[in-house]
Nanobody
Framework: QVQLVESGGGLVQPGGSLKLSCAAL????????TGWFRQAPGKDLEGVSC????????FYVDSVKGRFTTSRDNARNTVNLRMNSLKPEDTAVYFC????????????????????WGQGTQVTVSS
């Protein structure tokens, strides 16, 4: 079992930055990777990124490449999502999720590949 807790959401102006964190608590099994998803109002859940714990390899959806960076802190069992140059279309509830298998380019954005989910944190980009 894995409990995930997100933090760091909020209101930011276009062009601004935010850092989200996902802390893994109550870990009773090994998991291989942590992903970030988001859901904007009226839209489907979208896979944003994923990082493999073993080697730090990362995957990103095209719309955030060059602006978002995901990283891991092994000692603290935490994954961060640094979001720069934020746009109004980045407004969404952001969720972190953990999976027992590693991320791949073909599966990182599939919600069905993740077994554990956080409660979500709101990110609003608006002037």
């Amino acid at each position: 079992q894995v409990q995930l807790v997100e933090s760091g959401g909020g209101l930011v102006q276009p062009g601004g930055s935010l850092k989200l964190s996902c802390a893994a608590l109550r870990i009773t099994l090994d998991y291989s990777a942590t992903g970030w998803f988001r859901q904007a109002p009226g839209k489907d859940l979208e896979g944003v990124s994923c990082i493999n714990w073993s080697d730090g390899s990362t995957f990103y959806v095209d719309s955030v490449k060059g602006r978002f960076t995901t990283s891991r802190d092994n000692a603290r069992n935490t994954v961060n999502l640094r979001m720069n140059s934020l746009k109004p279309e980045d407004t969404a509830v952001y969720f972190c999720a953990a999976r027992t298998g590693p991320c791949t380019s073909g599966s990182y954005s599939s919600r069905f590949a993740y077994e554990y989910w956080g409660q979500g944190t709101q990110v609003t980009v608006s002037s």
